[in-house]
């Protein structure tokens, strides 16, 4: 009987560790995707002329729902700003090399890095003028 304890106690614990938070997971595409989202309505619509601070940035746009940050707890953020669009970065938490790289303007992921078997530095690769459909 003890045996079966210890079994169902074992198995148990990944299931309790995924669910008390992140675990040290990689932040998914789609949790990437909603934090653009509110990093390009805060850029676009209420983002003081002239700053520039990523980190701020990040706060201001997820003042209404921190738990947007989250996910990427164990990451390193960084922000682009170039004609009130956003560009959001994932990269290691030791900002040594770039995850996935997303605009708030376009529907799909424009860039995963994880699986390509390259590491890409950890700096915005492109404006959002590159992906942006123009208005």
Do not use: W
Request: glycine share 6%.
């Amino acid at each position: 009987m003890k045996r079966i304890v210890l079994f169902c106690l074992v198995m148990l614990l990944p299931c309790v560790s995924c669910a008390a938070g992140t675990g040290g997971r990689e932040p998914s595409a789609a949790e990437l995707r909603q934090l653009t989202a509110a990093v390009e309505v805060y850029v676009r619509y209420s983002m003081p002329a002239g700053m520039a601070d990523e980190q701020d940035i990040l706060r201001q746009a997820t003042a209404h729902e921190p738990r947007l940050l989250e996910p990427f707890d164990d990451a390193r953020l960084r922000v682009g700003v170039v004609d009130r669009h956003g560009v959001v970065l994932v990269c290691t938490k030791d900002g040594a090399y770039a995850l996935m790289e997303d605009s708030g303007c376009a529907a799909p992921l424009e860039r995963d890095y994880r699986n390509d078997g390259t590491h890409h530095p950890c700096e915005v690769s492109f404006t959002p003028a590159d992906v942006c459909p123009k208005r």
